[in-house]
Structures are given as structure tokens and as C-alpha cells.
């Protein structure tokens, strides 16, 4: 074993026999995905709500609603449907909760769509569930939208048959919602940001143990020894990057059992996890070669990893932040990070998320050198 | 404290350090190191040849361990030379670091490991291989006395023990220059005594030993030359009764007899420099008490003086520094 190796074996050895190891590489992780799994279970039922259909028309425009809008939905999990027969048998699935919002179509819907006379589709909510009733009212937005698409067109063609309205193409809401298939889901992104945000303190330890060395003498008799410096130094990151893999993929395999969350193609969700685990691991030792003592270094990198944490979307999303923050979380790993992640998802989504993980490799390797140089200095005093 | 240390380097050639090419074990030349305006160490230059002990002495703050800091290749020199074994040394060369062995003040171990686990990842730092990596350990560990204990958390043992610990891990590779940095601070005067008796011993093998100390009784029984330091420079260098000579006190040998009157005998004797007469006793001043002492008392004895106590009062190490520094060694 060389001497890289070894001083990282031996960090980690000690890590073992103090228990920290135990606690960042698996209690930790652990803990955090069955937190999730906890608290984001009730957001995920709300993602599949289920709405209720009292179609009392039944002709073109209304199967179209309920047959090309509606049912490509449901089949892509987004909504649960539940027929009812009439409006009132629809209030009463909301009053009993077994349906977070209903569409109701009155009979003679089509027909007064494709006269071009006023038509209207209800929407009733669950007040109580307003993501519920926000979804259903969204979905019936978009579907009006098309309508008077319709009609429009009808209507500069000089009128047409039902035939041909029903030719008409349907409303085109699958766009959409691929693009939003892109994006982490609530309890996907909470679990992904809380995640790098814990990275950050599980790798702190790694080359903040030069200052705890330096702290115990044992600093002066690794220097003595014949070992460069550069060759200490590294084996101190190595065992900080071994135990943010770990927990990492402890997190990554758990929240997928617990959760269900699935975070992409193992390859790319791999290396971004490599990639991010040298990036904090990188930005802490930066932090740690500015500190004096264990105890500075400790608190430098607490305040830098919430800071980093809060700019890089990972408690509101940036995209809420305003256009400033979105800028300045550019400049956060945990932006890059959750980006990958982001791209990674979804079943068509690509192997590997190229430019977030390049991204935070040159994290990793800025501040990294920057690291090593001051360290050098340091050790050169 | 069991055993002394001695038996480390051991008996048997093969375990020996192939080390002495040369007598000059290190050699330091005009050795300078500031922090910012403060100069640590000015110009400090001496040699230690093998089974030669060195003594660094000084008070706290002096530049004791920064002096040998420079040489243990920790801390950068701003200026001056030092030669391992007749080759150039500094932070960055692992073969003059193969060849000294490191006991740094502090006890420099790791508390949640065992005695053998400090013990092995020290001698895999060194180089040595698994096998007599496990040798190395064991002897270091029957040495030391800690192998009913080598599978303890060293946070568990007694800071004589750590003290005991601290040292067999400079010696595990075998060095041929052993830098011992006040090895002795906190440790009970038994453990201290075992300490030194280990530190004769091993200079007896053949080892050069430099030692820092801010005890003149330790400098005075262990070290074959000494260099007094103070605010980085030395001062003075030498085997003890060299440094006092240069400070030109005499030993002083007072015999307390009846009837004490002025001895012509004694004042006639080669050695003897001065005799003061006072009311029941003779203070006899010579260069060095230890040799004529017998010629003093056998000369005061054929001269009719009923001798009936003997004092000998050598000037001291403490006395050296004072003059040197005009303060004391502890200030």
C-alpha cells in the first residue's frame, strides 16, 4: 500500500473507531431517505390525484377531452380518473375525499362548441386540496385554449361538420408535460438537494484533518517522514471523497427503495455523483486552508455550505429566486448538481449529464489547486 | 518504565541500520529561519558525529525546535546548509529522512488507535516492509513495555506510557540520527530516568543523538557536547566542562575541620588555585574538584587538619548560562 493509500486508510480507521464514519457513510444517508420517504409520501399522492369525470355530453368534444387529454394523463401517472354519473355523484367523491377535484360536462357541450355558441366545462375543486384543484383547472385551461382553436378554425372555414372538427388536431398538452417529465419530482428534488447539501459537511472531515494533526503533533511526524507533501495531502482528500461516495451511494440506493425516486442511467448518476462528491470535497478544503484551527475550519465550512446551499436552489428551488439568483447559483455546485440530476431523469432522458458533471469537475479542480497552494504555503511557514 | 530502549537496534547485524559511511552524522552549516520580523534562528552551525549525543540547551522560546525542525526536513530553511550522513538534506528528501528518527515534544500519536496500529502505520510510512514492518512492531512493543497492551486505544494509556510510545515510533526504522525534542516534559521523574538511561544506550550502539532540553541536570548527565541557545544563536558550544571553563569559574572544595589555619601543603599542590581560611573551614579552589579531591585531602590530612565533612561545589550548566545570557535557564 502506498503512502497515499495508507494515510487514507488510516483516516478512515480512525473515522471507524469514532464512530463518525458509521454516522456520515450510512446513519446519515440512511436517515435522510426514510425522512423523505416520510414527509414526501402525502406530496406524492398529490402528484396522482384523483379527479373525477361527470361526462353528461358524451359526443365529440367531450370524448375528446376525456380520451386525449385526460387518459394520456392518467397513463403517464400524472392523474387518477374516476367516472361519475352525474355532477352530484362527483361533489360527493370530493366531500368524501376520494377526489381532489371533477369535470363536469353538460350535455350539449360538442354541439355548442362546434356552433361556435359559449360552452363551458366545470371545474370543481376540493378546497382543501388546492395543488389538486390548481392541476385540474390547469389542465381545463389548456383544453379551452383548444377549443377556441377549433372554433376559430371552423369558423374561418366557414363552418364544418362534427366529422371535421373532430379531425381537428387534439389538444397538444404531451409537450408539456414531456418537459415537465424532465424535471425532478418534489420528493426526487427535496431528497437530491438536502443530499449535496449533506455532502458537503460529510467531506468537510477529510482535509480538515491536517488542522486536527497539526492541532495533536502528529503533523510534524508525518512531515518527517519520508513522504512528500502533495502525497499527504491528497491521501487526506481521498478519505474525505471515499466516505462522500459512500453515503452518496448509500443515498442514492436507498432513496430509490424507500422513495421510489429514480435518478437516471446508473453511468451518469455515477460519475455526477463523483463529480459532485470532488467539488464539495474541493470547496472544503479551500475553506479549511483559510481556517487557523479545527474549530474555525468547522464553522468556515458550515457557513459556506448553507450559503452555498441556499444560492444553489437547494431549500427554494432558484428558479423562484429571481433571475439575480439564478445567475449567482450558477456559481454553486449544488445548481450543477441538481441539474445533472435533472437531466438524468425521465425515460428518455440521456446516459450521461455532460455538462453539469464537467461542471463540477472544474469545481473540483479549482479550488482543489487553490487548496493544495495554500497548503503548501502553510506548511512552508 | 520496563526495559530501556537499547535493545531496539538490537544486537543481531542484520537488524543494524547500515548508516555509518561517515562519523559526521549530520552537519549543520549557518542555519537561518525568520517568521516575519522575528528571527528564530540565526546562524546556528555544529555537527554531531555517531554515538555522539548533542545537547541543544536553552529556555522556552530559544529555537530549539525550530533548529531542529529545519533538520528533521518539517519547517523550510531561510538560509544555511544541513548534511544527513554526508549528503544535502531538506523538507523534500526522503533519503535523509529515511535516516532519522523523529520524536517530536508533542506526543504525536493517534488516540484511537492502538499501540500496534500507530506503530505499523509509521513503519509502512517508512518504508519497511510487511515483514519486518512485524518484526520491528513487535521488538518496539516488548521494548517499550506495551505489548500486554498493544491492542489498546493509546487513549487509554497513562502519559508515561504515551511518552514510552512516542519514542519507540522514532526508533522503528532504525535511524542513525535520532532527534529526540524534549522527550522528558511532563513525565515522571522514573520514566525520565528510564529515558535517559535508554538515550546512553543508545548512543553506545552507535546512534547520534540530538537532544533539546531546558534541563540543565539532563544536559549535564546525557550530552557529550552541548550548545547553549538563546534568542536563535549559540552562544557557546562544548563538552560541559569546557562550556565552564570558558566562563573561568573554579570548582571549590570546602573541608570542614578543627582548627583550621592557613595549609602551605595545600596551596603548594599543582591543582589547587586558591584557599580561603575561615573559622572552621577551608574553601579549597580548583579547576577540577573530581581529580584532586584525593590529592586535596591527603595533603590536608599530612598537614594535621582533623577533616571531618567534605563539600564539592561545581559551577553548573545553570551558572554557564547566566553568565553567557545574563538569565536563568528557566526564565
Redesign the interface.
Known sequence: MGPLLLIAAKDLRQRVRDRSLFLLALVVPFGLAAIFSVVFSGVDRQETATFAVADQDGEQIARTFTEQVLAPLERQRVLRLRTAATEQEARDLIARGQARAAYVIPAGFSRAVLSGRPATLRVIGDANAPIGSFVARSVADAFAAEVRYVQVALAVRGGGSPQEAAAVPAPVTLEDLTAERRQLSLAESFSAGIAVFFLFFTVQFGFSSILDERRDGTLARLLAAPVPRATIAFGKLLSGVVVGVMSMTVLVIASSLLLGARWGHPLGVGLLVVAGVLAATGVMALVATVARSTDQAQNGQAVVAVLLGVLGGVFIPFQQMGEVFVTLSLLTPHRWFLQGLADLHGEHAPVLAPVPTLALLGFAAVTTAIALTRLGRMLRA | MGSPIWVLLGTDPAHQTAIVSTDEILKCRNLRKT?GDLVAVDDVSFTITAGETYGLLGPNGAGKTTTI?MI???L?RDGGDVSVCDRPHG??S??G??R?G?V??????????SAR?NLR??A????LGRAEARTRIEEVLEVVGLTDRAKD?VKDYSGGMKRRLNIG?GLLHRPPLLILDEPTAGVDPQSRNAILESVAALTGEGVAVLYTTHYMEEAERLCDRIGIIDLGRIRAEGARRELVALVGELDRITLTADGTRPVPELEALPEVREVGVQEGRLDVMVADARSALPRVLAAATEAGLVVRAVEVHEPNLESVFLHLTGKALRD
Open positions: 517568521f525542525s528533521a526536513g518539517i523550510a523538507t523534500s526522503a533519503w529522512k529515511r532519522i523523529y517530536p515534544q508533542d506526543l504525536a500519536l493517534y488516540p484511537d488507535l496500529e502505520f509509521f509502512r510510512l517508512y518504508a486505544p515510533v
